[in-house]
Every structure is written in structure tokens, then in C-alpha cells.
């Protein structure tokens, strides 16, 4: 919450103090207290807050709304904080949209909460806008044409391709017209509303749809209500798709259909399909008449095995099998000898190959027995056209009219990377990416049915498929001839592969370009040498309010304010080498009249042999305001400098006075007038009486070097402190300085600023305040002796007693105090040894205290023994001093009573709690007598822990369940000033 920074602006000085401490006080951070409009929306642009709690009734030409109105497009949220609750003030403030409203006196709790309700409202209107605008990115980029309209019916919001593909100049085009409009038939319209009504979408829909052009396409549509946050209905949106293509291709298909079966019953080939187990599933006419078998009896009935020569079935077998597991290994075109009905043996030519995506082949028998003859004349002329052929540097292709590859030459093979075995005999569709076969087979099967063939006497561009699977672009001219009844086709084929390759690059050179040109950030105008603009880009037309096209109607001085033609001509141009820009400033005048300034880099141009002038202009309104934004606020910062009350200067990277306050004005009396402006470590002069390096002037040494010529430094971060001695106006004067690198806005280092203070007076203080206090020290460790030997005098004078009295009650009675005397005298000691007089090490001090009982009462080893877990910690003298009494009075007890046969164990346990401390002494003697009352005995010992206990705020609790324990919870004192 500390990062949250609120400006606070209220004229009214009391309740703007009490403000800042409540917003304090919630974590928030007060950076700045503006009391009047003017300084809100100053602060508001130099703060960039996170939130402004903003007074109505301000100091002040403009009060807290027209401030507002003022940094709305900041988009800091505000709340206003008033005692105004009128209507009309509240309307007043409603049109700046507010995030709150809060009439005075205000709630903690209420302010609180609206802070935290304008914070997280904003936090979330900036990823709303943010999920807004990846929504509108992906709207206006969908391939598909999307809109929405209102429950009315009307568009109000469409994408760029869907007026692209209803033929609209742009999306705002169409918002506001009805979407019936979109369909050739209402009755379209109303049959998807009503199926949307029914199921809530529609799922491709396939609709006629009519463009703005009147021309009609089909389209394949999703539609679906979109709903407000109560749920309900607000309008419908739709995806559509142009599916003309797909219909025409379903129309095609048809057609297509209706081909395969006229060529199929009437091809003149006798044809069969083939199931997998050679069954003849299907056959022609044709096949009829060649074999001598009706359809009846020979689909289903008959196999193929039954019409073939002994002597080829088994290789036919064989190439049957094959063809199901590896269809390019076995041959598709060869010759047997076929056995009719009649047992005529005849001569067959044999086209066969699998269909595509079944088990099932197609087999095509052409009778060839009286054409032996004419197949040798037609090799003789192939083989006359290969001689020639061979040479061409061209690929060329012949084959028959059902597109068996009959010749081709070496550069054919080259081209596509097969062998002449893997093409001989081959269908042409081996060399087409498979999306074209179907189309090619289809204009195969139209021309044997027409005997047109669309591509004939045609130059076309098409993409063919090399042996590696890469496609390739080439150019091929297609002729048709004959021989006899047989008829080929013969494409000459040439690779354009390196040709669409550069006319791509330079198409996508020139949509770079165009592109970058449009969405340039500057403006850009081509002229020629009358002035007469030629070529202007978008940022051109929206800058200056006029359409493209008004602007090539126009000259550059219809345009620009500082200049004429002539003028131009006579300064500018020869000023302007080609190639080589030549930057000046000016002014541009708007559509509207409105002039604002430009900074214009004009060059020389040669485009298609005509020399132009080509100028990017750039809008500098900004940067002039930014400009003079940073000189006033460079001045401020200077103003600022200027009243510190510590001596400041300031240098540049050559090492250049630019700032000398007041305060260094009085430290060294030379004034900033003198100073500002020099460097060569003059600045130095007036401090040491010769030019050396500064502190200043060191911010990036290290610190060895910087110890060359001060003491005591110190680094913070880039900051560095040190201490010096300098002759300061005559007098030998202790300077304290602390300099730090200046930086740009990139982080560049462009200069430093040190702050000197004379801190001769402090130093000369702070020894006479140290001297004191050793003196002091001196006397205190002194004043601890001297208690402690007049303590062991008392202990002395008390041992000396003992000696000289019999009566062993009395010697208990001048033993146990004795005792007493000890502990307090060994606190003292142990003061005596502390560094700092104030409290001692209660470890330390509780072991040598039943070290010292244990003595006074000569414990001897194996006797009683003494178990210690105390924490290691201090505690003051005001607790030490009772505590000790308390330890020595109950462990000389349990030492005196609780053995009588000089056996057993003493533990004391101390430990802190919470605030507290916790003291357990326990022995495993006898025990105190059972009806021992601890708050009322008779035992001056007992009496004596009692009153001790309650002088450190202890509680103490006796338990006798196994021995003797005592317990004390107690606090630790404060010191407590006697004067």
C-alpha cells in the first residue's frame, strides 16, 4: 500500500493537515498538498499520482471541477472531498466521472473504503482496456467477416473484412443500416432468427448474401445473441464465410459425376472396376462386346483370372497382390493375351492403378491386335521427335489422351528429379501436387467425352511436383495432335522458380514500403520544382485535415507559412545536395486555418528520372511545450538550489560551474555571478586557495583515491560522504561534504552536485561531549568500586562477628545476611565490568552467586549438588538487585533445611516469556512444613522473598509435591530517574 501515492488538494490548511494524517495513517503516501486548481493540475503532472481526493471550493481562478476537467485525459482517478452537496455542484462534477463523492464531515472508515473502491475500479478499467483492445486487434483482423447489431436489427459494430467482403469502403460505413439489407431474401433472414430464437445459435448456415455493389455470393454463417450483465438480450453478432468457391466446387463435383459415368459406359475402352479378392464388380459396355458376357453375367460372377492366358496369370497375380501393399512398385500399363467367351485370343493393352482410398482398381483393355502395325510407324516418329527433343534446354512431356507419360527428355527429368524409368509408362499426375489430380483427371474425362481440352494452344503458369515432394512454379505450353484415331498431348515446360522468387521479393519490397510510408509517424510530402505536391502518405492527410486526394491537387505553399516558392529556390535549394538531407523548421497551416510548428527534412530525389523534393515533416507541438516545460522546470530546480540552506554547486561533464547558491555565496564570499560558467577546478579555489579536485569532481574514483584528499568516506548507493580540513576565509575550518553523479533521462552521468557544511563548531562540540562522558564513565565505574569494597567491608566486619559469637542461631541469622550483602555487592561488581552501567548478564551472575553459597556454607562435592538453566540473557539493575535477594534467600534455605543428610539437588530454571521472565527454584528435600502459608509466615527469609517479589511486580506459587518448588513470574523494571 506504500506505493500508493494520493495528491490531496484542499485550500483550507487545518483540515488539509488533519486529511494527510488520516491517509497516512490507512499506508497511503501524501506526496504534496496543493491548495488551489492551478497547483492541482501542476502537481497532478508532475506527480502522475495513483489517486486525487480533490476539494469543490478552491483558492483560485478555477475551482476543484475545472481542474479536474483539466487532467481528465490523464486518467487518475479522482474523488471529490466537500461540504458542497448541492445538485448542481454534484451535476457539475458528475460530467468529469468521478470515482467518488464524499460530503464533509467525513467518515474514517467511509473515506478509507472509497479509496480502496477508486483504486481497485481503476485498476480494473485498465485491464478492461487493455482485454478491449486485444479484442478489437482481433476482430478487425479475423479472415472472416464479423458484426454485431442491435436488437433492432442495425449494425453497429463491423470488422475491416467484412466491409471488404460486402464490398463497403470501410467498417464505419456500415454501422447504422439494416442487416436484412446483407440478404437477397428476407425469408433467410427470418429463417435463421428463427432458429436462433429456437437453439440460442446458428452453426453455418448457408445463406445468398447481397453485397453493396448488388452482386450476391453464398455465405456460410454463425450467429449468436450477446447478452448485458442482467443477461439479457442486447443485440446478435455473426461470423460469415464467402463459401462461393466450396458451391462451385460441389457444383463441379456433380458435374464431374455425371462425366466419370458417361466416360465410364462411354469411354470406347473396355473398362472394369476390380474388388480386391479380383472380382469384376463393375463393367462397361465395351467390356460386354470384348468379352462376350453380359453385365449380368459377368458383375460379381465373373473374375478377371477367367479371361487371362496361362501363361501371363501368374504375373498378373503377382502384380495384383503388389499393387494393394506397394501401388508404385507394381506397373500400371502392360501388355497380355486375352481369352474371350469364344476363346478368340486377342491382343490387350492393359491401363490399371488403384482408386484412390479403396482396395478396388480400374482397369482399362484396349484391344490392340489390329493396331501392331500402327504402333511401330508411331515409334519411328517418336523416336525422330526424341533426336530433336533431347537437345531442348525446356522440359518436354508427351502423353496419350488419358495421360499415360509416353516420352520425355533429360532436362524434363532434371527438372523434377525422377529417373527415366521411375516416368516411362507413369501417369502425369505423378509430376502435379495431388490438389490439382482431380481436376486434371476431370478435364481428362470432359475432353474424351467433348474432345475439348480447356488448356490447349494455352501458355499457363502452374505449380508442378518434384521426386522430393517440393512444389515448384513453371510456365507450360500445351498442344494437341494426332495420330490416325490416337491423340497426345505435348507440353513444353520451362522452370520459373527464380523468376516468381524475385518478382515476389520485389512485390513484398514494395508492400514494405507502401506500408511503412502510411503508417509513418511523420508526414510526408513530394513535390516537384513548381511545388506542385506529387505523392503524400496518411499521417500527411490526417495531420493537416485534408483527404489524399485534395492534397495532390494542391502546391507545397498552400501548405507552408515561413516561405514562398520563389524564396525556396533561391535559399533552401541551394542548399540541398541530392542524397543528402537538409533539415530546417516551419510552420504548416491546416484544413481549418490552425497553424502549428514542424521541424521538415527535405532531400532530392530521382524517381523514374524526375528530380523531386521529398519533405518529412514532424509535428514539434508537443516538443515545444516539453521543451519549455523543462526550462521552467530546470528554473524552479535552480530557485530550489538557489534557498538551500547548505552551500551547493553544481558542474557538467567538462567539469563547468553550473550552479553556486546563496548559501556557498556566504560560505566563501565569492559570488555565483564570479563562479557560474568556470571550470578547471576554479571552484576549488575559494575552498583550498588552489585549483585541486573536489569532492565533486570524485563521484565515480574509488574510494582510494578519494582518501587521497579526505577523511571519514563514506558511500551510500552513488552518493559519497567524506570530511576535510580547508582554509576558509583565512581560518582553518572542518567541511562535511556529500556529492552524487546528475544524470539524464537515459542514465547517463552528466555532471555532479555537492553540498558542503561547515561542521567545524559540531566536531569541536561532540569531543567536548565525548571528553564528558569518559569523565563520567570514569567516575561511575569508580562510584560501582567504591560500593562494592564498602559492601565487603560490611561482609567483613559481619565474618569477623561470626567468629566471636558462639551461639550457632546468631551465627545463622549474621551468615544469612552476610549472604545478602554478597549478592548486592557482586551486582555491583558485575556493573563495575559491564560496558555500558546499565545491566548485567544474569548467567554469569546467578552461577558465581551459589558458587558463593555453596562456599559460605562449605558444600562439599558429591553432597549437594546445584543443576543451573539459565537463559543467557541481561537484565537491569533495578531487577537484578531484588532478584539476587530472592535467589540467595530460598537456595541458603534449601542449603540449611532441606538436607539433613547433606544430600541432594538444587535446580533453579530461568527463562522469558512474553513480556515476562519466569524463575523456578527447586530442591528434592524434605520439604517445607504442609501448612505453611507463604502470605503469612512467620520466616523473615520468607517475608523477605514475599516483599522482593512484589517490589519486581512477581507473582510467586509454592509446590510441595515432590520437594520444594517456587515459583515467580515477574516483570523486568524500568530504570527509574531519582532526580
Given amino acids: 500500500m506504500s506505493e500508493i501515492k494520493i495528491l490531496l488538494v484542499e485550500d483550507e490548511s487545518i483540515e488539509a493537515l488533519d486529511i494527510k494524517r488520516t491517509l497516512e495513517s490507512f499506508g497511503y503516501e501524501v506526496p504534496y498538498v496543493a491548495s488551489s486548481g492551478e497547483e492541482a493540475v ?63 464531515p467525513y467518515d474514517r472508515t467511509e473515506i478509507k473504503y472509497a479509496i480502496e473502491l477508486a483504486i481497485y475500479k481503476n485498476q480494473m478499467e485498465k485491464e478492461l ?126 458435374t464431374s459425376e455425371s462425366y466419370y459415368k458417361a466416360i465410364f459406359e462411354h469411354t470406347g475402352t473396355a473398362t472394369v472396376i476390380l474388388d480386391e479378392n479380383s472380382t469384376i464388380s463393375l463393367a462397361n459396355a465395351e467390356f460386354e462386346k470384348l468379352s462376350g458376357y453380359s453385365k449380368k453375367e459377368l458383375e460379381s460372377k465373373k473374375s478377371w483370372t477367367d479371361f487371362v492366358k496361362k501363361e501371363y496369370l501368374e504375373k498378373m497375380r503377382g502384380f495384383h497382390r503388389l499393387r494393394r501393399t506397394d501401388p508404385h512398385a507394381a506397373p500400371e500399363i502392360y501388355d497380355f493375351k486375352f481369352t474371350d467367351r469364344q476363346g478368340n485370343v486377342k491382343n490387350i493393352h492393359l491401363n490399371v492403378d488403384i482408386i484412390p482410398g479403396t482396395n478396388k482398381s480400374v482397369a482399362s483393355l484396349l484391344d490392340i491386335t489390329d493396331r501392331q502395325k500402327s504402333a511401330k510407324r508411331l515409334e519411328k516418329s517418336v523416336l525422330r521427335f526424341r533426336a530433336l527433343a533431347e537437345y531442348s534446354v525446356d522440359g518436354i512431356i508427351t502423353t496419350d489422351a488419358n495421360g499415360k507419360i509416353l516420352y520425355f527428355n533429360n532436362s524434363l527429368l532434371k527438372m523434377f528429379g525422377y529417373t527415366q524409368d521411375e516416368l516411362q509408362n507413369s501417369p502425369l499426375t505423378i509430376l502435379m501436387p495431388e490438389r490439382y489430380r482431380e481436376n486434371f483427371l476431370e478435364s481428362l474425362k470432359k475432353f474424351r467425352v467433348t474432345g475439348e481440352h480447356r488448356l490447349a494452344g494455352r501458355t499457363i503458369e502452374t505449380l508442378g511436383l518434384k521426386k522430393n515432394g517440393k512444389e515448384f512454379p513453371f510456365e507450360m505450353s500445351l498442344t494437341k495432335w494426332e495420330t490416325g484415331l490416337e491423340i497426345y498431348f505435348t507440353s513444353i515446360i520451362r522452370n520459373i522458380n527464380e523468376r516468381k522468387k524475385s518478382f515476389k521479393a520485389l512485390r513484398e519490397s514494395e508492400e514494405k514500403f507502401k506500408s511503412l510510408v ?57 542548399k540541398i545536395k541530392p542524397n543528402e538531407p537538409f533539415s530546417l523548421l516551419g510552420h504548416f497551416r491546416r ?121 571519514f568516506v563514506e558511500r551510500r548507493g552513488e552518493a559519497i560522504m567524506a570530511q576535510t580540513e580547508a582554509p576558509l576565509k583565512g581560518t582553518n575550518r572542518i567541511l562535511w561534504g556529500k556529492a552524487v553523479p546528475l544524470h539524464d533521462g537515459q542514465g547517463n552521468i552528466k555532471g555532479a552536485i555537492e553540498v558542503i ?134 537456595v541458603t ?64 506459587e509454592l509446590d510441595q509435591t515432590h520437594g520444594t518448588e517456587f515459583k515467580i513470574i515477574f516483570k523486568e523494571l524500568e530504570y527509574k530517574e531519582r532526580i
Fill in 42 to 104: 501542476e502537481k497532478a503532472l508532475e506527480i502522475m499520482p495513483d489517486l486525487i481526493l480533490m476539494d469543490v471550493i478552491l483558492k483560485g481562478d478555477s475551482d476543484g471541477i475545472e481542474a479536474v476537467t483539466k487532467i481528465k485525459d490523464l486518467n487518475i482517478p479522482v474523488i471529490y472531498l466537500t461540504a458542497h452537496s448541492e445538485e448542481s455542484t454534484i451535476e457539475r462534477a458528475k460530467l468529469t466521472e468521478p470515482y467518488g463523492y464524499i460530503i464533509k
Fill in 129 to 254: 482496456k487493455k482485454s478491449e483492445e486485444k479484442y478489437r486487434r482481433i476482430v478487425e483482423n479475423v479472415l472472416d467477416a464479423y458484426f454485431m447489431g442491435d436488437i433492432e436489427g442495425k449494425i453497429t459494430m463491423a470488422s475491416p473484412s467484412a466491409a471488404h467482403l460486402y464490398r463497403f469502403d470501410s467498417p464505419k460505413e456500415m454501422i447504422g443500416i439494416p442487416a436484412l439489407s446483407l440478404y437477397t431474401s428476407s425469408k433467410d433472414r427470418q429463417k435463421m432468427l428463427k432458429h436462433l430464437k429456437t437453439h440460442g445459435k446458428v452453426l453455418n448456415m448457408e445463406v445468398k448474401a447481397l453485397r453493396k455493389d448488388g452482386t450476391s455470393f453464398w455465405a456460410s454463417m454463425n450467429v449468436q445473441y450477446y447478452y448485458n450483465k442482467d443477461g439479457q438480450i442486447q443485440g446478435t453478432e455473426a461470423f460469415v464465410r464467402d463459401i462461393s468457391k466450396s458451391k462451385k466446387a460441389e457444383k463441379e463435383l456433380k
Fill in 518 to 574: 502510411d503508417n509513418a509517424a511523420d508526414i510526408l510530402l513530394v513535390h516537384d520544382f513548381d511545388g506542385k505536391l506529387v505523392e503524400v502518405n496518411k499521417r500527411a492527410s490526417e495531420s493537416l485535415g485534408y483527404s489524399q486526394e485534395e492534397l495532390l491537387q494542391m502546391n507545397i505553399m498552400d501548405i507552408e507559412q515561413d516561405t514562398d516558392l520563389k524564396s525556396a529556390q533561391e535559399h533552401v535549394l541551394p
Fill in 591 to 711: 484544413k481549418n486555418g490552425s497553424i502549428f510548428p514542424v521541424e521538415v527534412r527535405f532531400a532530392i530525389v530521382d524517381i523514374q528520372g524526375q528530380r523531386l523534393f521529398m519533405g518529412l515533416a514532424r509535428d514539434i507541438t508537443a516538443q515545444l511545450k516539453l521543451e519549455n516545460s523543462l526550462k521552467e522546470s530546470e528554473k524552479r530546480l535552480f530557485d530550489i538550489i538557489d534557498f538551500l540552506p547548505d552551500a551547493t554547486l553544481a558542474i557538467d561533464n567538462n567539469g563547468i560551474v553550473i550552479t553556486w547558491n546563496k548559501a556557498i555565496e556566504d560560505m566563501t564570499g565569492f559570488k555565483a555571478l564570479n563562479m557560474v560558467g568556470k571550470g578547471d577546478y576554479e571552484y576549488s579555489k575559494p575552498f583550498f586557495g588552489i585549483r585541486r579536485q573536489m569532492l565533486i569532481d570524485l563521484v565515480t574514483h574509488s574510494n582510494e583515491n578519494i582518501e587521497k584528499h579526505y577523511d
Fill in 757 to 890: 557544511r561547515d561542521i567545524t563548531e559540531r566536531i569541536h562540540a561532540e569531543k567536548e561531549i565525548i571528553e564528558s562522558l569518559k569523565e563520567k564513565e570514569v567516575l561511575l565505574r569508580e562510584i560501582h568500586h567504591r560500593v562494592k569494597n564498602n559492601m565487603q567491608i560490611i561482609s567483613s566486619l559481619l565474618n569477623l562477628q561470626i567468629q566471636n559469637v558462639e551461639d550457632e542461631e546468631a551465627v545463622n541469622v549474621l551468615k544469612e545476611s552476610q549472604g545478602r550483602v554478597k549478592s548486592m555487592a557482586m551486582i555491583h561488581e558485575k556493573l563495575y565490568q559491564s560496558p555500558n552501567f546499565t545491566d548485567i548478564n544474569v548467567k554469569d551472575y546467578i552461577d558465581k552467586l551459589i558458587f558463593d553459597i555453596f562456599y559460605s556454607y562449605g558444600i562439599k562435592i558429591g553432597t549437594i549438588e546445584s543443576v543451573l538453566d539459565i537463559e543467557d540473557i541481561n537484565i537491569g539493575m533495578e531487577t537484578a538487585i531484588p532478584l539476587g535477594l530472592i535467589v540467595n534467600e530460598l
Fill in 893 to 956: 534455605n534449601s542449603v540449611k533445611y532441606a538436607f539433613p543428610k547433606g544430600e541432594g539437588i538444587i535446580t533453579i530454571d530461568l527463562k522469558s516469556l512474553q513480556n515476562k521472565m519466569e524463575l523456578i527454584i527447586t530442591d528434592n528435600g524434605i520439604g517445607l512444613p504442609k501448612d505453611i502459608d507463604i502470605d503469612n509466615t512467620n520466616s523473615l527469609g520468607l517475608q523477605l522473598v514475599k516483599s522482593l517479589v512484589n517490589q519486581i511486580e512477581g507473582k510467586i
